[in-house]
Structure formats: C-alpha cells, structure tokens
C-alpha cells in the first residue's frame, strides 16, 4: 500500500530538478517532460518513491549495495569514524587506521600476489590511477615505449576522461572526442549480439585471438596492458563463453604485457566468490575495485597492486598522483564494516551454495517465454535477451525500443531492472532472499508479458 499518494513534494523536486540538477547519463529532454522518480528510503532490498511505491531494486542501487539497504552497522562506522577523525589525508607520509586496516583486509581476500593498496573515491578514478601507474611501470622498467593499452568494445570501465576512453562505449566516445591516444579495442565476447553462425565456444576463440591480433599489429614493446571486466557489466551483463577466459589466458602468458581485472562490479562477491578473477581463476597484476566495496554507502574505489608492479614502483620512488579523498578515513571505515558484514555472515559463501543457484535456475524458466531469445547469468548477475524471433535471434526494430518498453513496465510494477537496448538485467543485493527472488522472478514474468502485449499490438 502507498503511504502517501500524489505527495505534492513529487512535484516540487521534479521541478527542483529540472531548474538546478544535472542528472548523469539522463536525457535532458526527456527529464523536462517527466521530471525523475524520486527515490526517498529504502530498507533490505526495497526501495521506496516519494509517491509511496514499494519497489524491489533489482540492481542493488548501480551494482553496488551489496549488503542491502539500513545496515546499521555501516551507520555506527561511519558516525564513529566522524566524530574521531572525520578527514585527514594520506598524502606526503602520512596515514590513519582505518586506511591500513582496510588495505590489509582487502589484501587478505585478494588473489595471492595481490597485496597493494592505492584509494581513490570512484571505479574511474581506480582506472585512472591504473593508467598512469601502469605506464609509470613501463618506464621504470626501462620501456618507456610500453603505453598502450588494449581494452574492449563495450566494455565500461568509468566516464572520467581515461575511464571513457578505456570503456568501449561508442554513445560515449562521440562526446567530448575520445578515446584519448593509446589506448586502443577489440571485439567483446558476446555471442549472443555478435557471434553469427559460429558456436559459441567458435566465437570466444575467435573473440580471444582479436587480442593476440591486436598485440601483433601494434607490435609488444608498444603495449603495456589489457583491461578487461571478468563479465561486462554495464554493457549487458555478458558472459562469455567457456573457452574465452582461457584462451586469453594462453595469450596472456605468451606476451610480456599487464592485465588489469576491472573488478568493480564482479569484485566483493557478485559471482559467488570474492572476485571475477577467482570465478575465472584469472592471474591479474592489478585489480580495479569499488562498488561493492563499501556497499555504496559512501563512496570509495581503488587499484590492487600486484606484487610485481609494487615492487617496480617501489624501487623507483616517487609516484605523482593522488586524491584529496585517497583512502578517506569515513569511507575506510564504512568498507571495512562493510568486509566484515560480509566475511562474519558468510553472504559470499550463501550467495555461491544457495542464493545464487536458486536465482540462475529461476531466471532460466523465463527462456521459454515468447519474447525471451536468451536467459544467462553468474552468480548474482542475470541478463533476458528481447527478441521478436527466438531462432534467428532477430530483435525488434530500434524505434520499437522493446527494452525500454520492458524497463518501464517493471518500473510500474515495482520493479527495477535496467535495459540495455533490448537485453534485460539485474544485479540484486547479494543478501537477497528465496522469498524475495521469487517475487523478482514472478514480477520479471509480468513485466514480459505486458511488453510482449504492447509489442504484439
Ligand atoms: C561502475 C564501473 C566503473 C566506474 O565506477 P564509478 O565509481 O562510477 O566511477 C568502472 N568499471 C566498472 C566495471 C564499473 O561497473
């Protein structure tokens, strides 16, 4: 039941928000006539609008609140943490305790060799960092030539200058003339979207050798690094397939080149183990995290350093870079209530044995849906294709926008998934209940037979 329907406030921050807010990736025309919903509490995995709708948040906030929404605990930590020492910076040798704290847990979970903290505030500026840390390692190895990198079409790794131009998204690419010089992409492994008459174990080979293609056109002693997510988040939650990962791996260890695992999604559970890069059993030198990091509750992001890169660095002095908000003391403290939230109740290892597998086997059941050309998913990752012919895998023509047709059915129906084009997906709080899986399952179901009706008519 609404607690308070045609709350007159709705109107007044549609306003407010149209006079003075410049909402990210939002469409300024659309958001004039509209106005945004307006998202005023949350509690677990619901949220609830200024209209009083109760809305199951499929996405975990933006991939991020992992633990749910109201963990008091995160409250108390941070409000602690605010009254003792509220700010200080690590630059120029100085720390804080929360800071290494939370550096040494995050190394305790990491894959072995990775053990090295660098704190920013955002996924981008962790790729940013990586950047110039990794060219900076090129150079002190003596290879200064060493700079560019090699990422994916599609793939998203932020929206500051460096995290666009490393993200694979054309949308973002025509705006503000990226990518930036050096840093270059290859083909993403989505078979589904792009593999043709190929199998898809055929086509994530092929996919696979793009890199070693690519490493052989620019030549080695020019490349520095590939960056990839273990699965493509915002580009459509794209698993690849089964004979990618290792065959990148081959092509990995047969070139002397970095690899940076963008872990911000996959990282801290998501897959049902503490990293993509365990889910795949990658052997990344660095690893960008945030996200689930601190649960969203306050910002926080940051690069692992491997062994190997440390060392480097370590050896040569000075590295020129930093944030004002470099492992901020409030933000360390939320995260590492945050790991403990996670390690104490176990929720990566229930996500992995229980809830996990309960959501992937009742996504499936909407594969035979009429509309649905393709239901996958890992751990708590799932992504439904839209699609007008189930064999051909032949979409609905773009002006028919089917994805968004769906998003705004389950926007309705107390729901969010997000669209991505026509592919459907979802990234609920990893403490998501059967119970509430259900729901999410029956309402999806709803929200697919209300878009195949509008399609069909
Ligand atoms: C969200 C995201 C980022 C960027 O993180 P921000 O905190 O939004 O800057 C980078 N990489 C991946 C894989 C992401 O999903």
């Known amino acids: 039941m609404s607690k308070h329907v045609n709350n007159p406030k709705t109107a007044q921050w549609q306003a407010m928000s149209r006079a003075h807010h410049l909402a990210p990736f939002s469409d300024y025309k659309q958001l004039a006539e509209k106005g945004p919903r307006i998202i005023t509490e949350a509690k677990g995995v619901y949220l609830w609008d200024s209209e009083g709708h109760k809305i199951l948040d499929g996405m975990a906030g933006l991939w991020c609140v992992a633990v749910g929404y109201g963990r008091e605990e995160l409250v108390e930590a941070a409000a602690t943490q605010m009254r003792q020492l509220p700010f200080y910076n690590t630059f120029f040798q100085t720390a804080h305790p929360p800071v290494l704290e939370l550096a040494q847990a995050i190394a305790e979970l990491a894959p072995p060799g990775m053990n090295h903290l660098f704190f920013t505030g955002s996924g981008s500026e962790g790729n940013d960092t990586m950047l110039r840390l990794v060219r900076h ?13 090699i990422a994916r079409e599609n793939g998203y790794h932020g929206s500051t200058v460096a995290g666009a131009s490393l993200g694979g998204m054309k949308g973002m690419h025509e705006q503000g003339d990226l990518p930036i010089p050096g840093i270059t992409h290859i083909p993403q492994p989505y078979w589904f979207g792009e593999g043709g008459d190929k199998s898809p174990e055929e086509f994530g080979l092929w996919a ?29 939650v794209i698993i690849p397939p089964e004979s990618y990962w290792p065959r990148i791996k081959e092509i990995l260890a047969k070139y002397d080149i970095l690899f940076v695992a963008d872990e911000v999604i996959c990282g801290f559970g998501r897959t049902g183990q503490w990293f993509g890069s365990d889910y795949y059993g990658l052997k990344p030198d660095l690893m960008t995290i945030a996200k689930g990091l601190t649960s969203g509750y306050v910002p926080m992001g940051g690069l692992i350093v491997g062994d190997k890169v440390f060392d480097a660095i370590e050896a040569h002095g000075d590295f020129n870079h930093g ?49 649905v050309g393709e239901v996958r998913g890992v751990g708590m990752l799932g992504a439904i294709e839209l699609v007008r012919d189930k064999a051909t895998r032949t979409r609905y023509p773009d002006e028919v926008a089917a994805g968004m047709v769906c998003r705004g059915h389950c ?12 592919t459907m997906i979802i990234a609920p709080p990893l403490v998501i209940s059967r119970a509430e899986i259900d729901e999410l399952v029956e309402k999806a179901r709803k929200c697919l037979d209300l878009t195949l009706r509008d399609l069909s008519a």
């Open 208 to 236: 696979a050798d793009q890199l070693e293609a690519k490493i052989l056109e620019l030549g080695v002693e020019n490349v520095a690094a590939f960056i990839a997510e273990p699965i493509q988040g915002a580009g459509g």
């Open 323 to 371: 944030f004002t908000y470099s492992g901020h003391p409030v933000a360390a403290a939320v995260g590492l209530e945050n790991l403990r939230i996670l390690k104490e109740e176990g929720i990566v290892e229930r996500v992995r044995a229980e809830t996990a597998p309960y959501l992937q086997s009742r996504l499936r059941e909407l594969a035979e849906h009429p509309l």
């Open 411 to 422: 926007f309705t129906n107390g729901l969010i998934m997000r669209a991505v084009g026509d």
């Open 137 to 149: 390692y090129w150079a002190c190895q003596g290879q200064p030539n060493k700079k560019i990198i």
